[in-house]
């Protein structure tokens, strides 16, 4: 048994006074050694700091007193069967009772006469007096001063628990080891911590779990947070550094050029179109990998700015990879490309899980085997190829890879890139990057989680576009909102109708339902795509024709529906997020989002962008049955947002960054630290970070001179994967 000091990867069952039935409990939590007890940082804390006299409580105040146990009596009321124990508990000022239940062990704990501080919410009895129901208890010695207290008379920490382990008992065990702990190596430079006034790590370790005063607490968190900031930024700005020691094609495009490109476009680019070409030219000008995210709202027309990088490259003779997140999309790249660019005849080429086409300008079109595009692909007989991540993963041999344009997926790091060298013939050269997302991104989140990207933004939306209404509609205007839809398909139009779920949940989720409510309580009535196709197709909309999509049809059909929607086959298309991202249906002109309240706004500005695109009025109606503050808040905020990162802001202030990264960008499990995206919110503390980091790498960038901080470094990076 360890008695002496107390390292952090000591293990707890080596912990004097933790026995293995506790270390069983606690590793329900993944707690193990003393580092994991110590990180299980508090999620609130109670101010028990203030004693107080009997006499001077309040109703409805929590509060600490401390007194003399007068009486102490166990009692059952066989009604419900419970046990309570109840005291009276006096000191100069006066007396108060304070009841438990169900804890019959306090009547061997708390004898008569004994000194107690108990700490909990105050509220009126039956008789007109006051009580203490179910409060926190700490038996005291006279010679026990306030340093000792660990559960009243001080603000006093509460951690997330589980089943058999108690705030009060991760406090009885995290005390003795905090005494008995050996001094911490702070990885931390002293000159960051002066600078950036954070914490002592040994001071912050003590405050985070036994504050004197709630700032206390309030620092001590910002320590830990700002440190995991730290590591998010290293670990960016180090990608960064290692990128620009890799060799990249270098194009040296003639401006002349470039402009008689855009001559020929049917349309003209807006100014921060051209600005983000711009900013895409000259990175592939440069001798090192690009690394840039191409942001913009739905239909600023982002595909045509990439495009357009891929086409000064072909004109070097090079080749490029176009990847999107699903087939639909894939597809429809490729014809955006063929609309705009029907002279080009260096060969384009789509590759997907169901075809594999070829084009060569002047309608030379043909569908060919995936082995035959593959071989041309390899013969550098393709300048550009659109498909689905296939691209990477299948048997796909580039001659001269130099660009890879990814949409909608917001990592794609060196490994990854790696990946794509095995697949060209000059594997000294590493391919540009340049991913694109119709996701705004608050500017923190694009700083702590993006840092290694370059950043490029069009923030306009091509002229003549007219601005979506969009209207809450709830459950009494549903019949007005369908004669309203009925109306826009009789002239010709067509609509969108998006739902929650693909159909009705099976017996094993009921059972879920019905035994975790809390948990799934947001998916209760949702609207289903196959119960919804089935009530617009025969009770609403019989005369129409309604067409379905979902996650769960396969390739063909889901490609068969869009085909049949984007040629005006079908008025109605009852789908699931499927259509969230890139369809472009220039005659549908009326989204409806059925149980609105049950995405996110990042979500919801996602699918009402899939109309607007046509020369025709847009309407976006959110369906909602929920009538909470929350719902209301939420769903305002999209109607009266002026744009994209408005609402992306908005989002983030609501929700917080981990709903917003799994939600809004599918990236859930990245194992960022909890404090670090809570701490995102805080732009300052996003700032100080970054310039922490980046003054460390200007003077040692292989971190040389912290070996301490360069280990932790890499501790970080294995628990938090951001490629």
């Known amino acids: 048994m360890v008695t002496s000091q107390i390292s952090l990867q000591t293990p707890l069952n080596e912990v004097k006074g933790i026995g293995p039935k506790f270390c069983e409990k606690l590793q329900k939590l993944k707690i193990e050694k003393v580092k994991d007890l110590l990180w299980h940082f508090p999620f609130r804390y109670e101010d028990f700091s203030n ?37 009276l508990v006096s000191d100069k000022s006066g007396s108060i009772r304070a009841i438990w239940f169900n804890q019959k062990f ?61 705030s009060k008992g991760i406090r009885f065990l995290i005390k003795p080891i905090i005494d008995q702990l050996e001094k911490l190596e702070d990885f931390l430079p002293s000159e960051i911590l002066k600078k950036h006034r954070i914490l002592e790590i040994n001071e912050a370790v003590k405050l985070v779990h036994f504050p004197e005063k709630i700032e206390d607490a309030i620092a001590a968190k910002q320590r830990f947070a700002f440190e995991d900031l730290f590591f998010l930024n290293l670990v960016n700005l180090r990608q960064k550094i290692k990128l620009l020691k890799e060799k990249a094609f270098s194009s040296e495009f003639e401006l002349d050029s470039v402009k ?13 179109q051209k600005k983000s070409l711009w900013e895409i030219l000259q990175d592939i000008k440069k001798p090192h990998p690009m690394n840039r995210l191409l942001q913009g709202d739905v239909g600023s ?20 990879a176009f990847m999107a997140p699903t087939e639909i999309l894939a597809r429809q790249h490729y014809e955006t490309f063929k609309k705009f660019f029907k002279n080009f005849d260096r060969g384009v080429g789509l590759i997907t899980g169901s075809m594999a086409k070829v084009f060569y300008g ?3 079109e043909s569908d060919l085997k995936k082995g035959d595009l593959v071989k041309k692909a390899g013969n550098n007989e393709i300048k550009i190829i659109f498909g689905t991540h296939a691209l990477i ?39 540009h990057l340049l991913s694109m997302s119709a996701t705004p991104i608050p500017r923190t989140l694009t700083l702590t989680m993006f840092g290694d990207l370059d950043l490029s933004i069009i923030d306009e939306l091509p002229k003549n576009r007219k601005e979506i209404i969009t209207k809450i509609v709830d459950s009494k205007n549903r019949d007005n909102a369908y004669a309203f839809i009925r109306g826009q398909v009789k002239k010709g139009r ?18 879920i339902l019905e035994n975790k409510r809390s948990w799934f309580n947001m998916w209760d009535n949702a609207k289903m795509v196959k119960e919804e196709y089935e009530n617009l197709s025969q009770k609403i909309f019989p005369d129409f024709r309604i067409g379905m999509l979902h996650g769960k049809m396969k390739p063909k059909e ?60 847009s309407f976006c109606l959110l369906f909602t049955q929920s009538f909470s503050k929350t719902t209301n808040l939420r769903l305002k905020s999209l109607v009266e947002a002026k744009s994209g990162f408005e609402l992306a802001e908005k989002d983030l202030e609501i929700r917080g960054p981990g709903e917003f990264l799994g939600d809004s960008l599918g990236w859930a499990q990245t194992g960022a630290p909890d404090l670090a995206m809570k701490a995102i919110r805080n732009p300052e503390l996003v700032k100080s970070s970054r310039e922490a980091a980046e003054s460390v790498l200007k003077i040692d960038p292989e971190l040389k001179n912290y070996p301490a901080l360069k280990s932790r470094l890499e501790n970080f990076q294995q628990d938090v994967h951001l490629e």
């Not at 001063?145 to 001080?154: I, N, P, V, Y």
Request: aromatic residues 6%; contains cysteine; charged residues 30%.
């Open 301 to 320: 027309g982002k595909t045509i700015v990439a495009i357009l990088g891929a086409m000064v490259l072909a004109n070097d003779g090079k080749q490029s």
């Open 393 to 431: 993963q299948k048997n796909i041999k580039f001659s001269d890879l130099a660009l890879v344009i990814i949409d909608e997926q917001h990592r794609f790091g060196v490994r990854q890139r790696a990946e794509l060298l095995k697949k060209t013939g000059k594997e000294i050269l590493m391919p």
């Open 362 to 364: 002047d309608g030379l």
């Open 106 to 166: 306090l009547i061997t704990m708390l004898k008569k006469n004994s000194l107690v501080n108990l700490a909990g919410k105050v509220s009126q009895s039956s008789d007109g007096g006051l009580m203490m129901s179910h409060p926190v208890h700490e038996i005291l010695t006279y010679k026990k001063d306030a340093e000792d207290l660990r559960h009243t008379g001080r603000v006093v920490p509460i951690y997330p628990e589980t089943k058999g382990i108690t």
């Open 51 to 87: 004693i107080v006299a009997i006499k001077d409580l309040k109703v409805n105040e929590r509060a600490t007193i401390q007194g003399i146990i007068q009486s102490i009596k166990l009692r059952r009321t066989w009604k419900k069967k419970m046990f309570i124990v109840e005291a």
């Open 260 to 272: 008689k490109m855009l001559e020929n476009l049917p349309f003209e680019l807006t100014h921060s």
């Open 558 to 617: 889901k490609n068969e529906a869009m085909k049949k929607f984007k040629n005006r086959e079908i008025d109605i298309l009852v789908s699931t997020s499927v259509v969230e991202v890139g369809v472009d249906i220039s005659n549908a002109n009326v989204m409806i989002i059925e149980d609105a309240d049950k995405f996110g706004l990042a979500q919801l500005y996602q699918f009402r962008g899939r109309v607007g695109r046509g020369e025709h009025q």
């Open 494 to 511: 067509q609509a969108f109708v998006i739902c929650p779920r693909i159909e009705p949940a099976n017996e094993d989720e009921e059972f």
